[in-house]
């Protein structure tokens, strides 16, 4: 489609994370079906598609910092729940607890 761009892209480690980087990488050739890419460097590469700028979305953060908050919360809660309430221990109560621990750490 005429509005998208094909991004050649090798994969950067920042630390103990990484991210995609145009740098060192450059779009030789592109049509409808094929782009060829040529890098100066060995490592992980990519074509990425972009059909419009990539902004970052605030309310997507601020959604998946409280969704995730409140997961650890309840996975916390039903660890302890799970603990607790040892009238209902059973092998069933122990593998939810240990699947609750996994997830929770």
């Known amino acids: 489609r005429?509005?998208?761009?094909?991004h050649c892209v090798s994969w950067q480690p920042v630390g103990t994370h990484?991210?995609?980087?145009?740098?060192g990488?450059?779009?030789l050739a592109s049509?409808?079906?094929?782009?060829?890419?040529?890098?100066?460097?060995?490592?992980?590469?990519?074509i990425l598609m972009a059909i419009s700028?990539?902004?970052e979305n605030v309310t997507l953060k601020l959604?998946?910092?409280?969704?995730?908050?409140?997961?650890?919360?309840?996975?916390?809660?039903?660890?302890?729940?799970?603990?607790l309430c040892r009238s209902l221990w059973n092998v069933s109560v122990a593998l939810h607890?240990?699947?609750?621990?996994?997830l929770f750490v």
């Open 53 to 55: 700028d990539v902004e």
């Open 31 to 46: 049509d409808r079906l094929y782009t060829t890419c040529s890098c100066c460097h060995l490592s992980s590469f990519a």
């Open 63 to 83: 959604v998946t910092y409280v969704g995730l908050s409140l997961s650890v919360l309840c996975l916390f809660l039903a660890i302890l729940t799970f603990l």
């Open 18 to 23: 990484g991210r995609w980087s145009e740098q």
């Open 25 to 27: 990488c450059e779009r």
């Open 97 to 102: 607890l240990q699947l609750s621990i996994c």
């Open 2 to 6: 005429e509005n998208e761009e094909a």
